[in-house]
């Protein structure tokens, strides 16, 4: 069964509208999640790491105003995209591992955003 | 800088045998994944490799070179439902841990 719950798994909404995804981990801790942008037919894009009980780390070129980061217990982290607008729209996704090198990461479902 | 690649596209016939390559350029390596994702879906684990070597599961299998930085997915007996895309990743401890994944190859099986 899934070990990373990832919801919504879509959402359409209008220009301006925040957004906020919950990642959850099922049956192990995460002191750290990640948060992946993907476009069709790409790749994953890693826009940050978040960390529980920390400020999240932003890759290069990713908006920290625009795409907040919660990860408030060992088991959640959340993004919300703020005041979204069309070109936001994209394919989410979140991961996370047990705290060790050699575990693979665990992915949530994805979301799929759309903005109008 | 870190740099993954792997082809864009493959095709192979139902039953065959399929080799999908992959070269990176890493540093702080810890190790490499592959992952197997289907359109609209996210990425499943399918291996992973720290040593040098051929790590056989099934119908799977990956082989590592670290001082080549090269390692390759081979699947055999395909069949349609390995139609997907096949993502190369490493692992990576630059000032924390984070995985670095490639474009991905996306491999067409036809009857």
């Known amino acids: 069964g899934a070990v990373v719950s990832q919801h919504p798994s879509r959402v359409i909404c209008k220009s301006g509208t925040s957004v906020k995804i919950e990642c959850r981990s099922l049956d192990f801790q995460a002191t750290t999640m990640f948060w992946y942008r993907q476009f069709p037919k790409k790749s994953l894009m890693l826009m940050a790491t978040s960390n529980e009980g920390s400020k999240a780390t932003y890759e290069q070129g990713v908006e920290k105003d625009k795409f907040l980061i919660n990860h408030a217990s060992l088991t959640l982290s959340t993004l919300t995209v703020t005041s979204a607008h069309p070109e936001d729209s994209s394919f989410y996704i979140c991961?996370?591992?047990?705290?060790?090198?050699?575990?693979?990461?665990?992915f949530g479902d994805g979301t799929r955003l759309s903005i109008l | 800088g870190q740099n993954i690649d792997q082809p864009t596209e493959m095709t192979a016939t139902e039953g065959a045998i399929v080799q999908i390559n992959c070269t990176y350029q890493?540093?702080?390596?810890?190790?490499l994944f592959w992952y197997q994702q289907h359109a609209g879906e996210a990425p499943t684990f399918l291996s992973y490799?720290?040593?040098?070597g051929l790590e056989e599961k099934g119908r799977f299998s990956s082989f590592l070179s670290r001082s080549k930085g090269y390692s390759y997915l081979l699947l055999k007996e395909l069949q349609m439902k390995d139609s997907a895309s096949y993502l190369c990743a490493v692992s990576t401890n630059t000032g924390g841990f984070k995985t670095i994944f490639g474009a991905g190859t996306r491999l067409f099986v036809k009857a």
């Open positions: 890493t540093s702080g390596f810890n190790g």
């Open positions: 991961s996370a591992s047990r705290d060790r090198q050699d575990q693979p990461q665990h």
């Open positions: 490799n720290v040593l040098d």
